[in-house]
């Protein structure tokens, strides 16, 4: 028998009373069965906690924060985060940052919005707006706002604070086409959203628009629809079509515009030169400068540059900054700057002009100078032109408008005048009368040869005429009373026998009247004696013997 066991029979020695009837009693495994059982059930739940637990972790999609500079319809556990329409993910709070400038969201995404965060992710609220001409988000006025999410060209990253964006990016970073960077001088009627065009045609639309750092001008970037962005390259020129381009210079008026939506809300257009070379297409966030009009665009760039000054005696109202400075209608410079030169010599104020002259536009030979004794060798080549007559001259470009322009041409008559050269100052071109002030001098000259004019003696030398001319009025009517007195009867009694005259002819020529019987008698003989006149002749041509011998009788038969 095992240890710790007795037998009924030492029990009894002992004096126990153990009832027949009691089992033997076994060595404790039923109390460990037991055990076992009871621990199980609190080890599978925790099993199932921790399975649970680790689902829940690994389905669980990530939290990001993201700030804006205001929380103006958000809400937490109710604002959805959507992609494409799609919800996959809820605000869980909203809170303000330590320094109070900004509202931190925090959001919870799905477990499929975990491929849609990178570096490049960008969040926006989605609200009703309206610009470029586009409404936008017009489907939250009843639903309310939202966060939408682009998710960018970047990889996947485990980056989770974003800056939200409180502009909404007007083209999705996975659309086809390119960004371009524009440069102007003020933001005009452009605004996010403003159409692009090429030729008339819309492709693509302005992104954004900053001031420059520096307060000098804005920088715009447009994207441009693909297969539209092959058509920009390097030599390509962009020019603001916002509104109405209306404008009155020295060629008349000018009324442009690309299209109706470019009047309302603006617009830029894009085109490349046709003299340009072919070229390949820009790369992404390529430079441009952004012209005022198409004019200014595709005007040619000048890269030598000539500088000259024009001192004129008339007025230059009507001559502004930018017109056009011609030689027999080839435009070859503009306008720098107009102002008054003081003559210390006479002394006296005249205004000057200073032009700007592009040899380019004149012969390609001339683009490529030396460096040594430009200015005396430009005041040699100067001077030749002006002994030929090469003379400035201010002509009046449209009357309607009166602007003017400087038209250079070459005058034989005028005097030769002498070249300065001087390094420190533009060459100077002698000028000439021209437009109103030579129409003024020829009124001038006009009133002065009147002035020579005796008028006075010609005043008396009228006066004895108009008395003469009285004196010959007055026997003329005296001629007339004259006529009327005796002349006009004899002239009636005249008439008055000259008209029976004629009645009596009439009379005389009628029908019935014994001359018309006569005449018609006397008539019919001169006929009859012209026929036989007519028959004797057709005798002698047959017989012309006859006149010699006398008519033959003729035999019988």
């Known amino acids: 028998m095992r240890a710790g066991r007795t037998s009924v029979a030492e029990d009894q020695q002992r004096g126990r009373d153990i009832p027949e009837a009691l089992p033997e009693a076994t060595a404790g495994e039923r109390r460990w069965h037991w055990v076992l059982l009871i621990w199980v059930v609190p080890v599978a739940a925790v099993l199932i906690g921790a399975w649970l637990a680790a689902r829940g972790i690994l389905n669980q999609g990530p939290t990001v924060v993201v700030s804006f500079k205001?929380?103006?319809?958000?809400?937490?556990?109710?604002?959805?985060?959507?992609?494409?329409?799609?919800?996959?993910?809820?605000?869980?709070?909203?809170?303000?940052?330590?320094?109070?400038?900004?509202?931190?969201?925090?959001?919870?995404?799905?477990?499929?919005?975990?491929?849609?965060?990178?570096?490049?992710?960008?969040?926006?609220?989605?609200?009703?707006?309206?610009?470029?001409?586009?409404?936008?988000?017009?489907?939250?006025?009843?639903?309310?706002?939202?966060?939408?999410?682009?998710?960018?060209?970047?990889?996947?990253?485990?980056?989770?604070?974003?800056?939200?964006?409180?502009?909404?990016?007007?083209?999705?970073?996975?659309?086809?086409?390119?960004?371009?960077?524009?440069?102007?001088?003020?933001?005009?009627?452009?605004?996010?959203?403003?159409?692009?065009?090429?030729?008339?045609?819309?492709?693509?639309?302005?992104?954004?628009?900053?001031?420059?750092?520096?307060?000098?001008?804005?920088?715009?970037?447009?994207?441009?629809?693909?297969?539209?962005?092959?058509?920009?390259?390097?030599?390509?020129?962009?020019?603001?079509?916002?509104?109405?381009?209306?404008?009155?210079?020295?060629?008349?008026?000018?009324?442009?515009?690309?299209?109706?939506?470019?009047?309302?809300?603006?617009?830029?257009?894009?085109?490349?030169?046709?003299?340009?070379?072919?070229?390949?297409?820009?790369?992404?966030?390529?430079?441009?400068?952004?012209?005022?009009?198409?004019?200014?665009?595709?005007?040619?760039?000048?890269?030598?540059?000539?500088?000259?000054?024009?001192?004129?005696?008339?007025?230059?109202?009507?001559?502004?900054?930018?017109?056009?400075?011609?030689?027999?209608?080839?435009?070859?410079?503009?306008?720098?700057?107009?102002?008054?030169?003081?003559?210390?010599?006479?002394?006296?104020?005249?205004?000057?002009?200073?032009?700007?002259?592009?040899?380019?536009?004149?012969?390609?030979?001339?683009?490529?100078r030396g460096a040594a004794n430009e200015t005396s060798i430009r005041a040699q080549t100067l001077q030749r032109f002006i002994n030929r007559g090469l003379r400035a001259q201010l002509r009046t470009g449209n009357l309607v408008t009166g602007q003017l322009y400087i038209s250079l041409d070459f005058f034989p008559n005028t005097q030769p005048v002498r070249v300065v050269s001087r390094s420190e100052e533009p060459l100077e071109i002698p000028t000439v009368p021209g437009g109103l002030e030579e129409i003024q001098n020829s009124l001038t000259a006009l009133l002065q040869k009147l002035d020579k004019i005796p008028l006075d003696e010609m005043a008396g030398d009228l006066r004895d005429s108009a008395r003469n001319l009285q004196l010959a009025l007055s026997e003329i009517s005296r001629l007339v009373s004259r006529f009327d007195d005796q002349i006009a009867p004899e002239l009636v009694s005249t008439l008055q026998q000259a008209r029976g005259a004629i009645e009596q002819a009439q009379g005389a020529l009628s029908q019935d009247a014994p001359l018309q019987g006569d005449l018609h008698g006397t008539l019919r003989e001169v006929t009859r004696a012209a026929e036989s006149i007519r028959s004797l002749a057709d005798y002698l041509e047959r017989h012309p013997e006859s006149l010699l011998r006398g008519k033959r009788e003729e035999r019988a038969p």
């Open 70 to 368: 205001t929380g103006t319809g958000l809400e937490a556990g109710k604002t959805r985060v959507k992609y494409k329409d799609v919800d996959i993910g809820t605000v869980r709070s909203i809170g303000l940052s330590q320094d109070r400038s900004t509202v931190l969201v925090e959001a919870e995404l799905t477990p499929q919005a975990k491929g849609l965060i990178g570096d490049d992710t960008r969040f926006w609220v989605v609200r009703p707006r309206i610009t470029g001409g586009h409404a936008f988000g017009l489907g939250t006025i009843l639903s309310g706002a939202y966060i939408a999410l682009d998710p960018g060209k970047s990889p996947p990253s485990s980056r989770r604070i974003f800056q939200g964006l409180e502009t909404p990016p007007v083209v999705p970073a996975d659309a086809p086409g390119r960004q371009f960077v524009l440069h102007a001088d003020s933001l005009g009627s452009l605004d996010i959203g403003s159409p692009v065009y090429f030729r008339r045609v819309r492709v693509g639309q302005t992104v954004s628009a900053e001031l420059d750092s520096d307060g000098n001008g804005v920088t715009f970037r447009i994207f441009v629809d693909a297969p539209y962005d092959r058509y920009v390259s390097g030599a390509t020129r962009f020019w603001n079509a916002s509104g109405v381009d209306f404008s009155a210079d020295s060629t008349g008026f000018h009324l442009e515009t690309e299209s109706l939506a470019s009047v309302v809300i603006g617009g830029v257009a894009f085109q490349t030169p046709p003299e340009a070379a072919p070229a390949a297409p820009a790369p992404p966030n390529t430079r441009f400068e952004l012209f005022d009009n198409r004019e200014a665009a595709f005007k040619q760039p000048a890269t030598v540059k000539d500088t000259y000054i024009l001192h004129f005696r008339q007025s230059l109202r009507g001559l502004n900054v930018g017109s056009p400075v011609d030689f027999r209608g080839v435009v070859i410079g503009e306008v720098a700057r107009i102002s008054l030169d003081y003559d210390r010599a006479r002394p006296d104020l005249r205004p000057v002009v200073e032009i700007n002259i592009y040899p380019e536009r004149i012969t390609s030979r001339l683009r490529r």
